[in-house]
């Protein structure tokens, strides 16, 4: 054997010594856990709102390492001796790896769990009201990254919370919110399933999806099927219903979805925001007797087909501050006779579509008996988003807030009540020494919209482009202008101002009414000649907002509107369809203002100048052209001279 053979296999020898050695070494490692004990996987279940603590350990029969532990690839704890542990609360479902590493004289040391943690999800699944899946468990230890929606309300509350970019179908009749619904049906992002009621089974299997929320008015058929692994064995299709009974039940459903989503704190912080605004309403409406209360009435679709005491739509007219007559009658929906309607005599009638347009205002129209209702009479039929009013799901606190201003005034409130009201956030300066009113936040990229109730605006939708935060809006009506005249006849003027306000703000949308009779004297009963416009203090001019006609109540009093502008500040609204003679004899055709509020801080004008002009502005004289006289003629007989002269020169 030659030296050099010699040496590899001494080399050889010696590589297999320290590998056995330090196979034997850890051979002498324990592992432990408190839940499978010396089993390396680990199943955890925790459930909604719950973490739950596991115990590691590790040691070595004999020896002294420095140990380190770590989650995911983490480290979370350091120790030194012959044995180390860990107490390690699991928050969140999910994967984990659970790993500890031990460094000693003699070599290292490692142990490594593998913990699958489930969400559970039992009685607040509504899948359990059907018969048989009593005890129907959910669970989902990987965050959904293929989410069929089976209904509009689950639509709205997946894209609510965050996790639209996870939705991968939904039905024919999810619209909203449209423009990323549209596009990414546009994009192939998101596929069809069908009808709300006749999904597609088939097309449903093929997504291949990891989570599916249903609600209530899917197919019963369909959701056994999915849930019954029998029938697709090795398959699991998870399934999430709801059927809230409430508005406090949807509420607790928009949270479950965040978690079960992983959006938990986006969904926390929505809920919030909603409850809030829910209960600015409540504290306005909740101190009013029931003889205070409007009379009202909702139907869908048919004029006789309304909800009782057992629904959210209930709750909706309530914290409005209205009465819902057929809470004495019905428990849930059901069918309302005509002759208990006239009896009831409703102030206010709310109608929407059910899946088609709605048949109320015909119904009305052509049945004698109703004309008698006080509703009718007093042209108080108001027409409700049939999304927001009929689906369960976030926009509710959109309709509370349309249908208490519908009812504003009709409120019966005492003296006291009065005092009070004069004192509202969502108006006056809050001159009162003891008014301290409740700052306002909209944070970065979010609408709010709030009651104005003053010089026909019913309300006002702002959209933060960064957070900002105010204590009031107010609003003051201009009866006498000091700056230019608008271009077009006017039916009133108004400041627009928010109160202490930071923050940048993308738009606001105002919707506003005018008096069917004054569009009829001044527009030609043109509806769509009525516009908006706003006054641009940096170039001392009125610049047109785009204004839309929008259905919110058929009636022959007043026709409602709907403007986006770029800010606060002073607005007249106006038609432009009379005669060039008049337009330009600058008459201004101004109803009395029955609501006047007094502005607390200067109305922040377009065009981002910070402060009102310190001079008034003043309309410059035109000037009349004179006709061409001798210095014209002369001007163009030396112009032909000129180019007589070039002409020549070029062919000599």
């Known amino acids: 054997m030659s030296a050099k053979t010699g040496f590899l296999v001494a ?31 680990i199943p955890v279940d925790i459930h909604m709102g719950e973490s739950k603590d596991v115990e590691f350990s590790v040691k070595s029969s004999d020896l002294s390492y420095n140990w380190s532990w770590s989650v995911n690839g983490e480290e979370v704890k350091e120790s030194e001796g ?24 003699n070599g290292t040391e490692e142990a490594t769990w593998d913990v699958t943690v489930s969400l559970v999800i039992d009685e607040e699944n509504d899948i359990r ?39 991968i179908a939904v039905t024919d009749y999810c619209d909203y919110p449209l423009e990323a619904i549209k596009e990414k049906k546009d994009n192939g992002e998101i596929k069809s399933i069908g009808g709300y009621s006749t999904p597609s089974l088939e097309k449903i299997v093929d997504l291949e999806p990891d989570l599916i929320v249903a609600a209530h008015g899917n197919p019963s058929e369909l959701l056994y099927w999915l849930v019954d692994s029998n029938v697709h064995p090795g398959i699991e299709y998870p399934v999430y219903a709801q059927h809230p009974g409430n508005i406090e039940d949807i509420f607790a459903h928009m949270e479950i979805i965040g978690e079960l989503t992983k959006c938990d704190e986006t969904a926390s912080s929505v809920v919030a925001e909603l409850k809030d605004d829910l209960q600015e309403i409540e504290e306005k409406t909740e101190s009013l007797d029931e003889g205070q209360r409007p009379r009202v009435y909702y139907a869908m679709g048919s004029i006789l087909y309304t909800p009782g005491e057992g629904t959210f739509q209930h709750e909706v007219i309530e914290m409005a501050g209205g009465e819902n007559i057929a809470a004495n009658y019905l428990a849930s ?13 409703p102030q206010v009638i709310l109608y929407s579509g059910h899946g088609s347009e709605s048949i109320v205002p015909d119904q009305i129209k052509n049945d004698e008996r109703l004309s008698t209702i006080d509703a009718v009479k007093n042209d108080r039929v108001y027409q409700i988003n049939e999304g927001e009013i009929s689906r369960p799901g976030p926009r509710l606190v959109n309709v509370t807030k349309t249908v208490y201003g519908l009812l504003y005034d009709l409120f019966t409130v005492s003296d006291d009540d009065d005092e009070e009201s004069e004192e509202d956030d969502y108006g006056s300066g809050g001159d009162s020494p003891s008014h301290e009113p409740k700052k306002r936040v909209i944070k970065a990229g979010e609408e709010k919209t709030m009651i104005i109730d003053a010089v026909g605006l019913r309300n006002i939708t702002i959209k933060a482009e960064e957070e900002v935060e105010f204590m009031n809006i107010s609003v003051t009506v201009l009866n006498d202008l000091n700056i230019v005249q608008p271009p077009a006849i ?6 627009l101002s928010m109160v202490n306000q930071t923050g ?5 949308k105002l919707n506003f009414s005018v008096n069917k009779s004054w569009v ?15 006054y641009d203090y940096h170039n001392d001019s009125w610049v047109e907002q785009n204004a839309s006609e929008i259905v919110l109540g058929g009636g022959k009093d007043k026709v409602y509107y709907t403007a986006t502008c770029p800010s606060v500040g002073t607005f007249a609204i106006c038609t432009i369809s009379k005669s060039k ?7 201004l055709q101004m109803p009395t203002p029955t609501v006047t509020l007094t502005p607390s801080a200067t109305p922040i004008p377009i065009s981002a100048p910070t402060s009102s002009p310190a001079a008034t502005p003043t309309q410059k004289p035109s000037q009349t052209p004179e006709s061409p006289g001798f210095e014209a003629v002369l001007a163009v007989v030396g112009l032909l001279a000129v180019m007589y002269h070039l002409k020549r020169n070029r062919f000599v």
Not at 16 to 22: H, P, R, W
Not at 82 to 105: C, H, M, N, P
Not at 152 to 159: H, N, R, V, Y
Not at 490 to 495: I, L
């Open 490 to 495: 006017v039916y009133t003027c108004f400041n």
């Open 129 to 167: 009201k059907l018969e048989g899946l009593e005890d129907y468990t959910f669970k989902i230890s990987k965050r959904p990254e293929r989410i069929v929606s089976m209904a509009p309300s689950a639509t709205e509350i997946l894209f609510a919370v965050g996790a639209g970019d996870s939705v």
């Open 520 to 534: 009829a004297a001044n527009a030609n009963n043109n509806t769509t000649a009525i516009s908006l416009f706003c």
């Open 581 to 587: 003679s008049k337009l330009e004899s600058d008459e």
């Open 82 to 105: 012959e044995s180390a542990d860990l107490s390690y609360t699991f928050a969140e479902y999910g994967i984990y790896d659970v790993r500890v590493g031990g460094l000693g004289e």
């Open 11 to 41: 080399a050889s020898v010696l590589l297999v010594s320290i590998t056995i050695c330090t196979s034997c070494a850890g051979s002498n490692l324990t592992q432990w856990n408190s839940v499978t004990e010396d089993e390396p996987d």
């Open 504 to 508: 940048s703000i993308e738009w606001f």
């Open 333 to 345: 929906w059901g069918v309302f006779s005509i002759e208990d309607l006239i009896e009831e005599d």
